[in-house]
C-alpha cells in the first residue's frame, strides 16, 4: 500500500472536476481506493427508504469520494482570501519525520 501525503483534518484545494477551485476539510481518507471525502464537495443526491432514523424518507446529499490525484493540499502560509495549494515534503527533525510545505517550507500541523 502506498503512502498518502494527504491525511484526516487536512484542508484541501481541488484542482479537477466539477467543482474545480473549491476549498474543504478532509472528514476521511480511503487508503485502499486512492480517494478522499470532502466536506461540501462532490455532494450527490442519495434516494433513501423510509426507515426508524427517517420516517419520512426522501433524497438526500451526501459527500461522494474523489480521487486523491485531484486534491492539493493548502500552504499553511496562504490566506483565507487568496488559498494557495502546494505540495508536500517530508523533513526529519531529529527521529521525527514532518510534513512540510514545497512551496512556503512551513510545517503541515
Known sequence: ??????KKGDTVYVNAGNDKGKTGKVLSVLKSE???IIEGINLVSKHTKPNSKQPQGGIIKQEAPIHISN???LDPASTAAKPVPTRVGYKFE???KIRVSKKSGQEIK
Not at 1 to 6: A, G
Open 1 to 6: 500500500m502506498k503512502k498518502l501525503k494527504i
Open 34 to 36: 486512492d480517494r478522499v
Open 71 to 73: 486534491v492539493n493540499l
Open 94 to 96: 531529529g527521529d521525527k
